[in-house]
């Protein structure tokens, strides 16, 4: 909502910037911007030169013969609009852009990824009557818009939506329960769990961003403290260790430990993970990357005699996207794993788990370790995300589920259009997701760039490649 | 080129000015406005001491629509100024200890809070005075507010030893209760006579 006033704000300031009194502000606001863009940045300098820029130009807007008469609330939106027009432009340029900050950004990124697969909201003292996991999602998605916006006034809104509805949470969990009004000893512990869950892209350089770029005089009172309050959240989560959360550094490390081995497993490549169960299907690898990966998962590993589906690839991974993704289903399995309490037990099957590798004696015991933890996370992720209770290695009623659940699904999608339609939509979604795709899948992909929002037109590019 | 240099004659005149005046809520030698930090160990009564200022009132179930982790007040005082308070609450665990400075930056007035019945937030109360007379802004001032004063029965800081504590180091000194409002505006009061004015010019 506050973001749609300030898209008026915008809108009312380029129509003044359009009237020919106004020529010579369009001129200084484009000359400025060309002027930044000559020298390389240097943070310091740039965010005082945009500060006293825009400091001046709001001045000038006041005295000008185009606001004559105008409210300080017009002046203000004016004010609104300018910087959200000199940032936008400048953005690429400033966001992000010292190989230090970026480097800062993957760090947290990783520390909140780990940290998130265990913290429980008693690590940070968040008293049983303010919890609720669940409603803080709505402070989460908040957060997590940060990057859909370029203004430094947007970001920031993002970040005060994020704290008014924590605000607002811990308003009705107090009165539910008869606790005294949630203050800051509420407050902060809340939105540090809800940050660390959240995992907000860049958030150290949005920070950085905001502070150096959201003008000065706008950035006080209300929004300040709430400002100041992510800022001290992104520090305490920087410095997370053993003691920050009141975990014991044995008990700390383990359950870092254990969430690298869950991530690593999570996010490795696709490919090489097929490839391992390929082997432990009896299939050669280097055949099977013709396929997408997904039905490499499922046909491979969960169809025992995958190699007669070969010819029907392509129609199965359009059919596959109907069902839940693997990823979706890991995601879901390991998200009930975190919370059994008998975790060490579900995994005491697989004896080379937790050992190490000088435990063993073959020259390259490591890989073949590493692969091994890797599968059998995903297995047991798979098999709980796909609602099996029993954690049994090779044999499991659930995944045959998934399987006759693909079955289903593919023999529904006998028409080609349809299935040419799913695989351009499957498409769509994991044209981000570049190292995880098996290239000559669709010739179709190489045309678009990783980062490109996938064009409307696409129809037209398979139909070239057909 | 300097962009000031690149604005529209008619007004470059008039630019320092206006930027500094005008501007609302900036203060001037009448309207103060000041950045006020409460620190204090949880549990005190931090919020709940701003909420019977800002609200007059102490029912918990009473409709606000904000948290009480930041609060303004404007209070009138007899001189004819205005003092708009500007409220920013701590988070008082230990574990948050560390990121106190990021608030008291730039504050006016710190309130550092203790509960009479508990020694502990009266121990934690003299460590953030050493904190701020190192690390704090030469000029902040600082009051010293013993809460929860109503529970007298159960009290284990006796006043003396707030008074005393507060005269050696040049702080103001108050007991309160957030629950029956004693001394609440007193306190604010009292904040905002001992503020620095800006000269007039």
């Known amino acids: ?466 | 080129m300097g962009c000031a240099s690149s604005l529209p004659g008619r007004s470059s005149g008039r630019l320092t000015g206006l930027n500094n005046a005008e501007n609302s809520g900036v203060p001037d030698a009448k309207n103060l406005r000041v950045k006020l930090v409460l620190l204090g160990d949880s549990g005190v009564g931090k919020s709940c001491i701003v909420l019977r200022f800002v609200r007059g009132q102490f029912d918990p179930t009473s409709k606000v629509t904000v948290g009480a982790s930041f609060l303004s007040q404007t209070i009138a005082l007899q001189d004819s100024t205005t003092v708009k308070f500007e409220i920013w609450d701590t988070a008082g665990q230990e574990r948050y200890a560390a990121l106190a400075p990021l608030y008291y930056r730039g504050a006016g007035v710190a309130v550092i809070v203790y509960d009479i019945t508990s020694p502990e937030s009266f121990t934690k109360a003299q460590y953030w005075v050493k904190e701020l007379q190192k690390h704090g802004s030469p000029d902040i001032v600082m009051a010293l507010v013993g809460n929860k004063a109503d529970l007298h029965e159960n009290r284990e800081v006796p006043v003396q030893d707030g008074i005393d504590y507060a005269e050696k180091n040049g702080m103001f000194f108050i007991e309160t209760s957030a629950k029956t409002a004693d001394n609440i505006n007193q306190l604010f009061e009292e904040i905002a006579k001992r503020l620095p004015r800006p000269s007039s010019s």
């Not at chain 1, 996991?133 to 402070?139: K, V």
């Not at chain 1, 509420?186 to 770029?213: C, G, M, W």
């Not at chain 1, 669709?442 to 590019?461: G, R, T």
């Open chain 1, 1 to 466: 909502m506050e973001n749609a006033d300030v898209f008026l704000g915008l809108q009312d300031f380029l129509e003044r910037m359009r009237q020919p009194t106004a020529a010579d502000f369009v001129k200084s606001i484009k000359s400025f911007i060309v002027s930044f863009s000559n020298n390389a940045p240097d943070p310091e300098r740039d965010s005082a030169a945009v500060q006293a820029f825009l400091a001046n130009m709001e001045a000038a807007f006041r005295a000008h013969p185009l606001w004559a008469g105008c409210s300080e609330e017009e002046l203000d939106s004016a004010g609104e609009g300018l910087e959200k027009y000199v940032m936008t432009k400048l953005f690429t340029r400033v966001f992000a852009s010292l190989p230090d900050d970026v480097k800062h950004d993957e760090q947290l990124s990783e520390k909140m990824a780990l940290i998130q697969q265990f913290v429980r909201p008693e690590n940070l003292d968040i008293k049983p009557a303010f919890q609720n996991e669940t409603s803080w999602l709505l402070a989460q998605k908040e957060l997590q818009k940060i990057n859909m916006y370029k203004a430094p006034r947007d970001k920031l809104v993002c970040i005060l939506n994020c704290c008014k509805v924590i605000n607002n949470l811990l308003l009705n969990a107090s009165l539910a329960s008869n606790e005294n009004p949630p203050g800051a000893d509420e407050f902060l512990p809340v939105l540090i769990y809800v940050t660390i869950k959240a995992n907000p892209p860049q958030l150290h350089s949005n920070l950085l961003y905001i502070q150096r770029y959201r003008r000065q005089s706008r950035l006080v009172a209300e929004a300040a403290y709430f400002f100041t309050n992510m800022l001290s959240a992104e520090s305490f989560i920087s410095s997370i260790d053993a003691k920050a959360l009141s975990i014991e550094e044995t008990e700390f490390e383990k359950n870092m430990e254990f969430a690298r081995a869950l991530l690593s497993g999570l996010s490795t490549d696709v490919d090489g993970l097929s490839s391992q169960i390929d082997q432990i299907a009896g299939h050669d690898p280097r055949e099977s990357t013709e396929s997408g990966h997904e039905n490499l998962m499922e046909d491979h590993s969960v169809r025992p005699k995958s190699s007669e589906t070969k010819p029907s690839n392509k129609e199965n991974q359009s059919s596959i996207t109907k069902i839940p993704s693997i990823s979706e289903l890991e995601n879901r399995g390991a998200a009930m794993l975190l919370k059994e309490d008998q975790r060490s037990k579900v995994f005491r099957d697989y004896p080379y788990l937790f050992a190490h590798a000088g435990d063993l004696t073959i020259s390259d015991v490591e890989d073949l370790l590493n692969n091994y933890k890797q599968l059998v996370f995903k297995y047991i992720c798979l098999l709980k995300g796909s609602g099996g209770g029993s954690a049994t290695f090779p044999s499991s009623g659930s995944l045959a589920q998934v399987h006759h659940h693909v079955e289903t699904v593919k023999e529904s999608a006998e028409n080609r259009v349809l299935e040419q339609n799913i695989g351009l939509q499957k498409d769509t979604d994991t044209v981000d997701d570049g190292p995880n795709r098996v290239s000559n899948q669709e010739n179709i992909e190489s045309d678009f760039s990783k980062d490109e929002v996938v064009p409307p037109s696409k129809d037209n590019h398979d139909d070239t490649s057909e």
